[in-house]
């Protein structure tokens, strides 16, 4: 690095954090003397737009993203999560990586494209169980938890459990939630069809949304109703001015205070801007920081934000949307005014009011307002949202791929292929609704509980004799045990009487633990022994 290199770093590697990156590479490209960062926890940049179409196998997996080495071939990539950011020092700190040791990246201007993240916070249960919708992994994910209750559907006998199974959930009635709900509609009925899975009438997908109608703040309401008619056509049931209020492993409890039984909740709200946000000493507003015209920070001379966490005046009035396009755009008027502050122009301000939106519907069905006057809906909809998607692409490799997956999908059959990446994890957090079991007398014990809020009630049933509470357990206290070590089905029945949290470690690694750790397996004979259970027999939960 020269002594007088002008370093630029930006944070964020979604749409207003890698357009700012070309748009100064472009720029910077015969300036030797300045030096453009990037930093991103993922080492690729996610096209969100198509990500629905990932869940349906419409377009590969790896076909919405790119590499932002290829996409920033003059900017220095740093694949790391930001630990701080210190605004007096000018220095960004980076998490370690294979080296324990601290990373540290100075910088001239700091520009700050971190975009939302899903926030659960105050939604008890929805961390535990709900699935978020923001990433790639995300879509795979689904894509291959949908798959798998396909799979366990199929050869299910229990109706209760198989209604769980075939039930799917989705909150949020914005673009994001709808286009999610209109691709997992198709896929699960286009998937139970060629597989023989059951009777389609079986299968329900619900979308929730707390509005009046769907995408009520994105499009015209004539559009919104559009949008309403067709996802009813094709089976979807919609829950208007209804709320997800929380969530349990096998149930989405809704703000009317209906339970529906379901094992796959997908939600798409509530968003929040990213958590290293709070802790910056910027001024702020409704969790986004505020910028001036020119998207410099309030009060600042050399830190800029842009995209979902700021707050970009519009000279009409108003505020610019989180949309992709403005992104874009704000990118690229953002590092056009870093380069007019380094060399003493005139900056420029941003006054995008947008070219129309565009939202997929599913099997060929799309809602589009362009130029604010042009509506547009079905088929004619789809191709304009297809054309124009596709043309903004980055990279031309990318578009070859997408195109070839849309012409392919027309002819071949569709993949249900599961990837196992990741293996379950030995150590989860459930959260139990009043009433509703954690487990049932028989049933296989396969884990181990220890409460962290909340109390049950242990209760046994004889044949032919009603149930007999055994015991009423509180925080602090654990359960399963007995069966466990006794290697026995569970002997009682376990039901949430309050809202409950427990942390539950699966039987192997139990086990594990037990076996290798002689005085803890001792002080948990200890408590079965008060309890009043034999050991060897398993005789308890």
């Not at 630029?8 to 590697?13: E, N, S």
């Not at 020092?89 to 990373?103: C, E, S, T, Y």
């Not at 008619?229 to 349990?248: C, E, F, P, Q, W």
């Not at 509980?449 to 009603?466: A, H, K, T, W």
């Amino acid at each position: 690095m020269q002594p007088n290199t002008r370093r630029i770093v930006i944070l964020g590697g979604g749409f207003g954090g890698v357009y700012t990156a070309r748009a100064l590479e472009r720029a910077l490209k015969n300036d030797p003397a300045a030096e453009v960062s990037l930093i991103s926890k993922e080492n690729y940049f996610t096209f969100h737009t198509m990500l629905p179409e990932v869940i349906s196998g419409e377009i590969g997996l790896l076909d919405t993203v790119s590499p932002l080495h290829g996409l920033l071939p003059r900017t220095r990539v740093y694949v790391r999560e930001i630990e701080s950011v210190d605004l007096e020092r000018k220095v960004v700190r980076l998490q370690p990586g294979f080296a324990r040791r601290i990373h540290e990246i100075p910088y001239d201007h700091l520009v700050i494209a971190l975009g939302n993240v899903t926030d659960f916070r105050g939604l008890p249960g929805l961390h535990e169980h709900a699935m978020s919708f923001k990433s790639l992994a995300d879509a795979i994910s689904l894509r291959n938890h949908l798959i798998h209750v396909l799979e366990e559907a199929s050869v299910e006998i229990d109706p209760l459990v198989r209604r769980e199974l075939l039930t799917f959930v989705v909150a949020g009635g914005g673009f994001s939630g709808v286009e999610v709900c209109a691709e997992l509609n198709d896929f699960v009925r286009k998937v139970a069809r060629e597989r023989r899975v059951g009777r389609l009438d079986e299968l329900r997908v619900v979308l929730l949304h707390s509005g009046e109608r769907i995408l009520e703040r994105e499009v015209p309401a004539s559009l919104g109703k559009y949008a309403e008619k067709i996802l009813r056509r094709r089976g979807i049931d919609l829950r208007l001015n209804t709320r997800l209020v929380t969530a349990s492993p096998a149930a989405a409890i809704l703000s009317t205070g209906e339970r529906i039984p379901c094992r796959t909740l997908v939600s798409t709200v509530p968003s929040a801007p990213h958590p290293l946000i709070a802790a910056l000493d910027l001024p702020q507003n409704k969790g986004k920081i505020t910028v001036d015209g020119q998207m410099r920070v309030t009060g600042c001379n050399d830190v800029w934000a842009l995209g979902d966490c700021a707050l970009i005046p519009l000279p009409s009035g108003g505020f610019a949307p989180p949309t992709a396009q403005h992104a874009v755009r704000e990118a690229t008027l953002l590092a056009h005014n870093i380069l007019a502050t380094l060399h003493g122009r005139e900056m420029k301000t941003f006054a995008f009011a947008g070219l129309g939106k565009l939202g997929a519907l599913g099997r060929r069905s799309a809602v589009a307002e362009l130029m604010t006057h042009v509506r547009l809906s079905g088929i004619l909809a789809w191709f304009a949202w297809r054309t124009i998607y596709w043309f903004k692409l980055p990279g031309f490799g990318r578009k070859v791929k997408v195109g070839l997956s849309w012409a392919l999908d027309l002819l071949l059959p569709t993949e249900t292929v599961q990837l196992r990446l990741n293996s379950p994890s030995a150590l989860s957090q459930l959260h139990y609704e009043p009433g509703e079991a954690v487990f049932l007398q028989n049933d296989v014990g396969d884990a181990f509980y220890m409460i962290l809020d909340g109390e049950v009630e242990i209760s046994r049933e004889d044949e032919g004799q009603p149930p007999q509470r055994l015991a009423v357990m509180r925080a602090g206290e654990f359960f399963g045990e007995m069966a466990l070590l006794g290697r026995q089905p569970r002997s009682a029945t376990v039901r949430a009487l309050t809202p409950l949290t427990v942390l539950a470690l699966r039987g192997r690694e139990f086990h594990a633990l037990v076996d290798h750790i002689p005085n803890l397996r001792g002080s948990i004979e200890q408590v079965m022994e008060r309890r009043g259970a034999p050991v060897e027999t398993g005789d308890a939960t």
